[in-house]
Every structure is written in C-alpha cells, then in structure tokens.
Nanobody
C-alpha cells in the first residue's frame, strides 16, 4: 500500500519562506511523476508544480514561477517544494500527488500567509 505523508506547512508572514516535504511509503513504480497541488477555500484544486522521476522535467503554475522550486530525492522517495517570497494568495491546503499507473494523494498540509 502506498502512502504519502506531507509536512512543513504552517503560518508565515508575506515575503517569508516555507519548505514542504512529501515522503512516499510503499512500493512504487520507477516510472512516476510527482506534483504539488493546492486548494484554497471555495476554489478548485490547482497544480502548483510537478517533476518527473529524473528531475529533468518540471512544470510550474504561472503564479508561482520564479518563487517556488520543486525537487525530489529518489533515494529517500521524497519530493520537496521550496516556497519563497510568499504572498497571502498562496494561502491554501497543499497536497502532494504521485502518479504511476494511478494517482495517490497525501492528506494535505495547511499553508497560511499573513499580511
């Protein structure tokens, strides 16, 4: 059984930084993509960033380009999201997703950016 466990969320002032982590437990295919999504109250869940297994392919939402960086450690089966220059509009629950033959989701971690 595959399980994703996120950590690193919290409360930060605008302009600050946070680093999210998502550890994957269980047996997974070596062919996979991992991503971070977020969902703010009343809004749909949206892609923030994704990364291929090799790390050579990354994709970012326009709203976070230049501020967020996604990376992964395949030895530790962990994906990271470094978030800099945070804005109040980044406030949301952030979810980690693993895509292999199916999708797996983490439970989410709250990020709150105050003015």
């Amino acid at each position: 059984q595959v399980q994703l466990v996120e950590s690193g969320g919290g409360l930060v002032q605008a302009g600050g930084s946070l680093r999210l982590s998502c550890a994957v437990f269980g047996s997974i295919s070596t062919s996979n993509t991992m991503g971070w999504y977020r969902q703010a109250p009343g809004l749909q869940r949206e892609l923030v960033a994704s990364i291929t297994r090799s790390g050579g392919g990354t994709n970012y939402a326009d709203s976070v380009k230049g501020r967020f960086t996604i990376s992964r450690d395949n030895v530790r089966n962990t994906v990271y999201l470094q978030m800099n220059s945070l804005k109040p509009e980044d406030t949301a629950v952030y979810y980690c997703k693993l895509t292999t033959f199916r999708d797996y989701w983490g439970q989410g971690t709250q990020v709150t950016v105050s003015t």
